[in-house]
């Protein structure tokens, strides 16, 4: 594990051995829910030995209907993630959309997320690594693994060395994601982790109905084939109720299902490593 990684962990008991966890339900709706589910999965992590890193989006720039629900406010959704971490000693994250975002969200969280769409836009990587917090970027549905070394140069010229890369699909069709586990280890060729997105990846985008589509009966799936993959660290968003949730429901997963599956994980690590 890098050792920038081991740093954000150091408030963890875990095994260095296992991969790492990015998790939370996809946006911040209330606090409420950030509490519960940062408190369930925290305490399951524990349990297992996994390193966590708390993830909820404060507000949602992609979405598919520009009635869809967007968010209760950005500081006010940042507040409520830094919250979340102090309480149970974890990292945080949530993206950015906009390069003028990312000094506001460093206040609050540990790690900044690039969003898929925008991991080409310059000024935003910049901004990102100047903040000199670890910068998480997804590879674009539209990019290769080993295009994406140009998006680590834009942030190591920086100065900046902490960077995650995660993959979460490429374009297939017209509504639909392909997953290509070949990228694992390209992007990790770059020399920085990199995580799977077993919940993002598993998308149907742009459904008539104007609600993006998923699988998620899936996410294990994917999760598993990650693991054995050799990925360094995982991303599930997860959510009490999917079907109620106010982004993303189709896709996340349900948080009841999660322990089991992060057992299973674990010993597929331990088979592999």
């Known amino acids: 594990m890098q050792k920038f990684l081991k740093h954000l962990f150091t408030k963890q008991s875990y095994n260095e051995k296992n991969f790492f966890l990015i998790a939370g ?3 911040v709706e209330n606090e409420t829910l950030i509490m519960e589910v940062a408190e369930k999965v925290s305490g399951i992590c524990k349990d297992l030995g996994i390193p966590l890193i708390f993830k909820s989006s404060y507000r949602k720039a992609n979405r598919t209907s520009g009635s869809s629900f967007a968010g209760i406010g950005d500081e006010a959704a ?3 993630v830094k919250k979340a971490g102090q309480k149970f000693q974890l990292p ?3 993206d950015i959309h906009a390069h003028e975002e990312a000094s506001m969200a460093a206040n609050y969280v540990d790690i900044l997320q690039i969003p898929a769409f925008l991991c080409r836009q310059t000024d935003l990587l910049i901004a990102a690594a100047e903040t000199n917090k670890i910068v998480n970027v997804k590879k674009g549905q539209f990019l290769s693994g080993e295009a ?3 998006t680590v140069d834009k942030i190591r010229n920086t100065g900046n060395d902490k960077i995650i890369l995660t993959e979460r699909g490429t374009t297939f069709g017209y509504q639909d994601l392909v997953i290509d586990y070949r990228n694992i280890p390209t992007m990790q060729s770059h020399g920085v982790p990199v995580v799977m997105d077993c919940t ?3 998308q149907q985008p742009n459904q008539t109905s104007g609600i993006t589509g998923g699988n998620p009966q899936l996410i294990s799936t994917i999760a598993k084939a990650a693991v054995a993959a050799g990925a360094d660290g995982l991303f599930i968003e997860t959510h009490p109720n999917p079907a109620v949730a106010k982004s993303d429901g189709a896709n996340m997963l349900k948080l009841e299902l999660l322990e089991s599956l992060l057992e299973q994980l674990v010993k ?3 088979a592999v490593v």
């Open 25 to 27: 339900p996809c946006v």
């Open 200 to 202: 993002h990846s598993l």
């Open 92 to 94: 945080t994250t949530s």
């Open 268 to 270: 597929i690590r331990k």
């Open 148 to 150: 994406m070394k140009f």
């Open 78 to 80: 940042l507040s409520i």
